[in-house]
């Protein structure tokens, strides 16, 4: 959870629940963040599932998940990085297939509507 930042899904008030000890050892050394990416404008074809992150000759994370937003008009994704690169606005490297790596900049989710201004249409 705490990799998710789902932290607060955690049941915290109990004193004891299944896995309690597991979360909490998890949290003491947070090796990997999941967060959303937004590719770079010309950054060329979308990332896989799988793709990795790549900074300094170093794999730092992978992409979970992609697709084209039709009302964003980019393509989005979700990706693991390292603590360091979890920062809305840092971009990262992704190694595409064929050796080719694109731009991408960690966003701040939700992508569209942080308000939920459309759930009231």
């Not at 299944?18 to 979360?23: E, I, N, T």
């Not at 990085?81 to 900049?105: C, Y």
């Amino acid at each position: 959870p705490h990799e998710a930042a789902l932290d607060w899904a955690i049941a915290g008030q109990k004193p004891y629940f299944v896995g309690k000890r597991s979360v909490e050892i998890q949290a003491r050394a947070v090796s990997r963040r999941l967060v959303g990416f937004v590719l770079k404008d010309g950054a060329g074809r979308r990332p896989k599932e799988g793709h990795l992150v790549i900074r300094g000759g170093d794999i730092t994370g992978h992409v979970t998940s992609s697709a084209y937003s039709p009302t964003l008009g980019k393509s989005i994704g979700l990706v693991t990085v390292a603590p360091d690169q979890a920062v809305p606005g840092t971009e990262i490297s992704i190694r595409v297939e064929g050796g080719a790596m694109i731009a991408a900049v960690v966003a701040k989710l939700p992508f569209h509507d942080p308000e939920n201004a459309r759930q009231g249409v």
